[in-house]
Every structure is written in C-alpha cells, then in structure tokens.
C-alpha cells in the first residue's frame, strides 16, 4: 500500500540555523499536506500541496512538492525555539485515507 | 469557532475493562475521522465517516474495537476488552468534506491499561 516515508527522525538544531524534513515516496502522490505537533499536543494542520513542483511559503517556513510528486519538503529558515516539535508529512490514498509518515522531530538549543 | 472537543483527556483502566471516547467535531465537518497514535509514530487511522455512514473502518480491529456516529455529528469509540497494547492517544479529526483544507484535530485522550 501507499506509503511515505521521512527523513530524518530527530534532528537537533541551535536556534538561527536552518532545519530541512524531507518525505518521500515511491508511488505518485495525489497531494502532500503537513502537519506540526508541538510537545504533548495534537496535530495542527500547517498546509497542503497539489501541483507538481508546488512551493508555497509561510513566513519562515518554505513546502515543496517535487516535480514528479513523489516527494516533498518542509524547509524552516532561522529556527526558533517556538518551531520546537513533529513535523508530519501526509498523503491522501485513492480511497481518500490520510497516510501520515513517521514525523521529524526538531529541538531546537536556545 | 470552537475546535474538536474530546473528553475524557486522560484515562487509566485495568486491561480487560471496557473504555469508550467521545468526540465532537467541528460544527459543519461532515467528515470524521478517529486516529491512534502510538508514541514516536504519526497518527494511523481507525475509521472514517462520511455524515453518519462508516466509509473506511478498514483499520479497526472489530473483534474489540467498535464507533458509532449516530447523528452524523458526534461519535463515540470504544474498546471491550481493553488490551495493554490499546495504550496510546486516541485522536478524532474533523474536516469539511472536499475541500482539501486538511483535518483539525482534538486535543485527544491519552488511555493507558495497566
């Protein structure tokens, strides 16, 4: 079945660098959405992708969806510590089921 | 406009006894979807419904698990009998149907069985 995967699983940062999440599939995504969730929290939807080589951007946050949808990125220029927690990336099945991958978890060093 | 709500947040129980979630989605969100989600992993659905009607419940283990959305606007989870292995946070979204918007989540319960 449709699976994403993400890379990496932790990822430790000082704050004012920059932090990069990477998803990836071997099958053609539909979409891409991604989801933040904060330490003891619950997922917060964060944005959706469609088209093929897609970027859209979010203060400092930057998505991309690769040109054959196969892949996509999260990319947060100058981290700050409020940018602590899991990103998930997800996809929607052909049956219209939200796979999510196994997150990225960022900490960020004040 | 008020998120998801869920209750109870928290919940211990022995293994073997009967549990039960609820949920309530966002007003006007046809879909809704419960999720567990084990520590260090993302969340994996359980079901999925359209206005009242289950339309993936593909995930859920019947043989103890068990969701009704009677009214087509909340829902109620259960489990009988809870297994150690049901420890996790259970989640429901909401999203309105179509629209591509992404799921809002609720705060969801954390259920440990000891």
């Known amino acids: 079945g449709q699976q994403v995967m993400q890379i990496p699983q932790y990822q430790h940062v000082q704050e004012g660098e920059d932090f990069t999440t990477y998803c990836n599939s071997s099958?053609?995504?539909?979409?891409i959405q991604w989801y933040k969730q904060r330490p003891g929290g619950h997922p917060v939807f964060l944005i959706q992708?469609?088209?093929?080589?897609e970027v859209k951007k979010q203060k400092r946050l930057t998505f991309q969806f690769g040109e054959a949808k196969k892949n996509s990125s999260l990319h947060i220029t100058a981290t700050q510590t409020t940018d602590v927690g899991t990103y998930f990336c997800?996809?929607?099945?052909?049956?219209?089921?939200?796979?999510f991958g196994q997150g990225t978890t960022l900490q960020v060093k004040p | 406009e008020a998120g998801v709500v869920q209750s109870p947040r928290y919940k211990i129980i022995e293994k073997k006894q009967p549990v039960a979630f609820w949920c309530n989605p966002i007003?006007?969100?046809?879909?809704l979807y419960w999720y567990r989600q084990n520590l260090g992993q993302g969340p994996e659905l359980l079901i999925r419904?359209?206005?009242?009607?289950?339309?993936?419940d593909s995930q859920l283990p019947k043989d103890r698990f068990s969701a009704e959305r009677l009214k087509g606007v909340d829902s109620t989870l259960k489990i009988q009998p809870a297994e150690l292995g049901d420890s996790a946070v259970y989640l429901c979204?909401?999203?309105?149907?179509?629209?591509?918007?992404?799921?809002?989540f609720g705060p969801g319960t954390r259920l440990t069985v000891t």
């Open positions: 979204a909401s999203s309105p149907t179509g629209t591509g918007l992404g799921q809002y």
């Open positions: 419904y359209e206005n009242e009607e289950a339309v993936d």
């Open positions: 099958t053609t995504l539909s979409n």
């Open positions: 997800a996809s929607s099945s052909n049956t219209g089921k939200l796979i």
């Open positions: 007003s006007g969100h046809n879909t």
């Open positions: 992708l469609v088209k093929s080589g």
